[in-house]
């Protein structure tokens, strides 16, 4: 649930095979459960290929302002689907006369842990029982061999572990091993492995100490129990997470890791299908439709999505007019052209709020545990652990505490956004906590983000407004 990653289960493989296993077909999504119109879904593949099907309904949209939103990770379509249609839902509502609304919803390969809540999306016994304890509940596993495919005995076994949790540091051991090979670590060039987190090469037994700890701080039951039940052995800073603690409670920490694997992947992933996806499409649409007017909005990793889109807007264009990131899982020292801990290097996205004709909006919450906890725990994590979740400001997210070290960008609380709206260009960030406050533990209120209030503020970065 940190930036080394995203999550859920759409699968790799390419766009047209996602589009044909998920019911797109021709109709590239149109109007798909969702309840505003025009709609389509702009779809990419794990490479940032896009499906030129759905490519072409977007270019045939009749509109003057087109929202293009991106998931996070804790999406298959189906949720994606029910994400965008709810979010969605008050723009007709809230925008000028003068403004013909397109709605698209980009749809890119992800992986969902099915036992991260999301609030409103998730009934009663929709989620993995807790009776799966650290065990991966069915769902979780399918969704695993659809994003790594053709590693069907790895995951075997990590399932078969996890499951009995055995009280063995070779067991711990293994299972790290396995983790490893799945995150693609072992095969990273020496040159970059610098660039590796610290939580897939450290002793395994002591990252999933931390990871548990982190878990219970988190309110989630690090050992895969149900809370109530646990008794005090496991408290965080209880002897359950000691040195030379029993083994057994350490399972849930392993299961962490194996989540933080995926994260790790689709950190990556989002990246490239911003880069190379997005962009290119979104500048192409603009050079055959130079009127239309694309306002981005991201959602957790798809806010890195739509911000790495950036990348390939030319200098000097003005058709994308505004950018909202809404608990954006990567650093929140991003759009810095001077980094704080070291003056001769900037963000990996230095400067290209510039490249926005309108601001870069960053909607923060302390009630995210995924970016407030894990996010800095799988940026930074090193050996020392007595230091490892007294997390300094170098590894923040910008989805917790918003836009740093970008001179005069101001800070506003999410009331004063909507009352006096947002400055016409540059960083802003809006704290959303007294609106994005709800979710379950792990992840807390990450996902906590279809309000009015936030769709309000899309239409003042945009200029859209009655």
């Not at 859920?8 to 505003?36: C, D, E, Q």
């Not at 609030?119 to 029982?129: M, S, V």
């Not at 395994?204 to 309110?219: H, K, N």
């Not at 954006?328 to 230095?350: I, V």
Request: proline fraction near 6%; aromatic fraction near 8%.
């Amino acid at each position: 649930m940190a930036d080394i990653g995203g999550g859920f289960g759409i699968g790799a493989g390419t766009a047209a095979g996602i589009a044909a296993g998920t019911g797109l077909g021709a109709a590239a999504g149109i109007g798909i459960g969702i309840g505003v119109g025009p709609y389509t879904e702009l779809t990419f593949d794990s490479e940032g290929d896009v499906d030129r099907v759905t490519q072409g309904a977007v270019a045939r949209m009749e509109a003057t302002d087109i929202l293009v939103f991106a998931h996070g990770w804790n999406s298959d379509r189906s949720t994606a689907t029910r994400l965008y249609d709810r979010f969605f839902a008050p723009f007709p509502g809230l925008v000028g006369s003068g403004v013909r609304l397109g709605y698209v919803g980009v749809v890119w390969p992800s992986m969902r842990f099915s036992d991260e809540p999301i609030p409103d999306f998730d009934a009663p016994g929709a989620l993995a029982e807790p009776g799966f304890g650290t065990a991966l509940d069915p769902l979780t596993r399918r969704a695993l061999g659809e994003f790594w495919p053709g590693r069907q005995a790895e995951l075997d076994r990590v399932a078969e572990l996890l499951e009995e949790r055995p009280e063995s540091a070779a067991a711990f051991i293994e299972f790290g091993a396995l983790v490893r090979e799945l995150a693609g670590v072992d095969a990273v060039p020496a040159a970059v492995a610098p660039a590796v987190p610290a939580l897939f090469t450290d002793d395994v037994l002591e990252v999933c100490r931390v990871l548990a700890r982190a878990l219970a701080t988190a309110g989630a039951p690090a050992d895969g129990t149900d809370l109530a039940a646990r008794g005090p052995g496991l408290a965080v800073g209880g002897p359950g997470f000691a040195a030379g603690g029993a083994l057994r409670g350490l399972w849930g920490g392993a299961k962490e890791l194996l989540r933080q694997a995926t994260y790790y992947k689709m950190k990556k992933r989002a990246g490239v299908v911003g880069e190379r996806g997005l962009g290119p499409v979104l500048a192409q649409l603009a050079a055959d439709r130079p009127a239309l007017r694309f306002h981005l909005i991201g959602h957790s990793f798809g806010a890195r999505v739509v911000s790495f889109a950036l990348r390939a807007v030319p200098d000097g264009a003005r058709y994308v007019k505004s950018v909202t990131l809404l608990q954006g899982a990567f650093s929140h020292y991003a759009f810095a052209d001077r980094l704080p801990h070291d003056r001769s290097n900037g963000g990996a996205l230095r400067g290209l709020q510039r490249r926005v004709d309108g601001p870069v909006v960053a909607c923060h919450s302390p009630h995210d545990s995924a970016l407030k906890l894990f996010y800095p725990l799988a940026s930074r994590m090193a050996g020392d652990s007595a230091g490892l979740l007294g997390f300094d400001e170098r590894w923040g997210a910008i989805g917790h505490d918003g836009v740093q070290a970008v001179p005069g960008a101001p800070r506003l609380s999410l009331d004063t956004a909507l009352r006096e709206g947002v400055p016409a260009a540059g960083c802003v960030s809006v704290d959303a906590g007294s609106v994005v406050r709800r979710g379950g533990a792990p992840s807390g209120a990450h996902s906590d983000i279809c309000h009015e209030e936030l769709a309000r503020v899309v239409v003042a970065a945009g200029r859209m407004g009655r």
